[in-house]
């Protein structure tokens, strides 16, 4: 079973221009969710679908950032337009829908894609 | 005070030592918790989850929680230099209400493993 997978690995940009990132979840996998990680921190949530519905965007910066999940497949996070700031890794992770009412679910990480904003 | 919280390290244990990685978190209501690796340049990778009090083990790794003191652990016994990575804990914050719900990480800690 293919794992998560992002793309592109990495991404050199100016300050102003736009960077649009993307997640394959692993196959079956309704929740997806977005992390990113800046030098010297620990990685941060930025915002969790469930399909193809944001479920809690309570980590996303500002709003120069635009996540979408059209057909609650795969996901695409759009930068516009970049800032110093916005350098960093930044993951996906997905896991099963699940029904518990205690426990969440383990979730898979892709490799990531580091952005950088020159 | 941080949400989660780990000594940064660099931990470093012998060959064939036990290593103890340790965590703590701010949340009284934490309902799940998890270890994952990552190397340099690498995604966190999941090695472990724990969601009751006590202990879990999974080949080498065995994770210990106590809730009552807000304590996660995870031990790797016959440590081996391909251990050498950053253990992030990673805990979800508040009552759950549903089995989906973000991760809260800490900063990881450095494992050296000397052989």
């Known amino acids: 079973e293919a794992g998560v997978t992002q793309f592109p690995s990495h991404s050199v940009i100016e300050k102003g221009q736009t960077v649009t990132l993307r997640c394959d979840p692993i196959s079956g996998h309704d929740n997806l969710y977005w992390y990113r990680r800046v030098m010297g921190k620990e990685i941060k949530f930025l915002l969790h679908?469930?399909?193809?519905?944001?479920?809690?965007e309570s980590g996303m910066p500002n709003n120069r950032f635009l996540a979408e999940r059209t057909g609650g497949t795969y996901s695409t996070l759009k930068v516009q337009p970049a800032e110093l700031e916005d350098s960093g890794v930044y993951f996906c992770a997905s896991s099963p829908l699940g029904l518990a009412t205690t426990q969440t679910y383990e979730q898979y990480f892709g490799p990531g894609t580091r952005l950088t904003v020159t | 005070q941080k949400e989660v919280e780990q000594n940064s390290g660099p931990l470093s244990v012998p060959e064939g030592a036990i290593a103890s990685l340790n965590c703590t978190y701010s949340?009284?209501?934490?309902?799940?918790f998890f270890w994952y690796r990552q190397y340099s340049g690498k995604s966190p990778e999941l090695i472990m989850s724990?969601?009751?009090?006590g202990d879990k083990e999974d080949g080498r790794f065995t994770a210990q929680l106590n809730k009552a003191s807000q304590y996660v652990s995870l031990l790797i016994r016959d440590s081996q230099p391909s251990d050498s990575a950053t253990y992030l804990c990673?805990?979800?914050?508040?009552?759950?209400?549903?089995?989906?719900?973000?991760?809260?990480f800490g900063k990881g800690t450095r494992l050296s493993v000397i052989a």
């Open positions: 724990i969601y009751s009090n």
């Open positions: 990673a805990v979800t914050l508040g009552n759950v209400g549903s089995g989906n719900t973000p991760l809260v």
């Open positions: 949340d009284r209501v934490s309902q799940s």
């Open positions: 679908f469930v399909k193809e519905s944001k479920q809690d």
